[in-house]
C-alpha cells in the first residue's frame, strides 16, 4: 500500500461518519501553525513576512488543542513557521496521538537532529521535509547556501532511526525541471517513503515574486517533468495521479478549500492557506461566514493560477470530479503502487 494502514483506515472511518451524518462540507487537513517564527526566509513563503508585519506570540499548547478538537480533521499537519522551534511540539503531537489523529510534521529540518528522542518514530507520525531540488536548487529557494548538505544528512539519518519521511516540495518559476527529476531519482535511491510535489501558488504579501503568475507557465513545467521517464508511475509519488494530471492542465478540478482549514497564530484563515480575508475567532464561524461558493479558478480572480494540492487533492480525496475509471485507478494507485 501507498501509505500507512493506520491512515487508511483513520481516514476511512472518518469519512463514513461525515457521509453518514449527510454533512457535504467538512475539514481533512487541520493545517496547524503553533508558531510564525522560522529559522529561514524563503524566497516564496510568505509566513515569515507576515510574522515580520504583525509578530503575534505562538499558540499556547491548550490553544492548539482546543482547535484541533473544534476542527476534528483526522489528520494534523505540524507547520508554521518552523513547528520545531515551537517548545511544547512534542508534547502537541504527543496529545495528537492520544487524539488518534494522523500527524505530519512540516519541517524544514535543520533542528530535526535535535528531536530525536524528544519525537521518536511512532506508527501516527510523518516527517515531512522541505526539500525544493538539490544542493544548487535548494538552497536558491530557502535563500542560504548549505541548507541542503543539512538537510540531506538529517533526512537519510531519519531513515535509519526508522521514521517515515516523506518530501514536500514546491516549484517556482525559476525551478530547474532537470533539476527536480534529478531530484526524485535520488529520494527514490535512498529510500523515501513519498515525495509530495506542488506548484509556487500566487500569494498576497509582499514575498511572492517566485510564484507562478501564468497557469500555462507551471503547466508547461510539470509537464516537462512528469512527462519524461513515465515519472508518475517510477517515483514513489504522494500526489495522486489525478492532481499529477491537473498539474500537466490534462484536466480540471474543483477546490475545496473547506477540507484543509488553517489554524495560525491570529486565528482561523480566511478563506484558506493561501488567501487572507482576514481572520475568525473560532472554526465554526470559519465554517459559516465563508462565502464558499465564490471560491476557486473561475470564480475569484485571486484563484486562477492556482494549484496548490492542499485545495485540490482534497477534493479528489472526497471522491469529487471523478468518473467510475477515476475510483478504479485511485483504488490501484493506493494499494498495488
Not at 262 to 290: H, I, S
Amino acid at each position: 500500500m501507498r501509505f500507512p494502514a493506520v491512515l487508511y483506515s483513520t481516514i476511512i472511518q472518518y469519512l463514513a461518519k461525515q457521509h453518514l451524518a449527510g454533512n457535504k462540507r467538512f475539514p481533512l487537513v487541520l493545517m496547524l501553525e503553533p508558531t510564525l517564527r522560522c529559522n529561514l526566509d524563503c524566497i516564496g513563503c510568505g509566513r515569515i513576512a507576515e510574522y515580520h508585519e504583525k509578530r503575534c506570540p505562538d499558540l499556547t499548547l491548550e490553544e492548539c488543542l482546543e482547535s484541533v478538537d473544534e476542527c476534528g480533521a483526522p489528520i494534523v499537519s505540524v507547520c508554521g513557521g518552523e513547528p520545531l522551534i515551537y517548545q511544547p511540539v512534542d508534547q502537541l503531537i504527543q496529545e495528537l496521538y492520544q487524539r488518534k489523529k494522523y500527524v505530519y510534521l512540516c519541517t524544514n529540518a535543520m533542528f530535526l537532529d535535535r528531536f530525536w528522542d524528544r519525537i521518536p518514530p511512532h506508527k501516527r507520525l510523518c516527517l515531512s521535509i522541505h526539500l525544493d531540488g538539490m544542493e544548487e536548487g535548494h538552497d536558491w529557494a530557502v535563500n542560504k547556501p548549505g541548507v541542503f548538505k543539512k538537510v540531506n544528512a538529517v533526512l537519510q539519518e531519519a531513515k535509519k532511526r526508522g521514521y517515515r519521511v516523506a518530501t514536500n516540495t514546491t516549484l517556482f518559476s525559476g525551478s530547474n525541471p532537470q533539476e527536480i527529476i534529478n531530484m526524485m531519482e535520488y529520494l527514490q535511491e535512498i529510500g523515501v517513503d513519498g515525495m509530495l510535489i506542488s506548484g509556487a501558488y500566487p500569494q498576497e504579501g509582499v514575498k511572492g515574486e517566485a510564484s507562478f503568475k501564468e497557469r500555462e507557465q507551471m503547466e508547461s513545467i510539470f509537464q516537462e517533468i512528469f512527462g519524461k521517464n513515465g515519472a508518475v508511475k517510477k517515483y514513489r509519488l504522494d500526489n495522486s495521479p489525478l492532481y499529477i494530471e491537473f498539474l500537466q492542465g490534462l484536466r480540471e478540478i474543483a477546490c475545496s478549500p473547506w477540507g484543509s482549514p488553517n489554524r495560525t497564530v491570529q486565528g482561523w484563515k480566511a478563506p484558506c492557506y493561501v488567501l487572507n480575508d482576514g481572520y475568525y475567532k473560532t472554526f465554526q464561524e470559519l465554517m459559516e461566514k465563508t462565502d464558499w461558493d465564490s471560491l476557486g479558478p473561475g470564480k475569484d480572480p485571486r484563484c486562477t493560477a492556482c494549484k496548490i494540492h492542499s485545495g485540490f487533492e482534497t477534493t479528489i480525496s472526497f471522491g469529487q470530479n471523478c468518473s467510475l475509471k477515476d475510483y478504479v485507478r485511485m483504488i490501484g494507485w493506493n494499494l498495488f503502487s
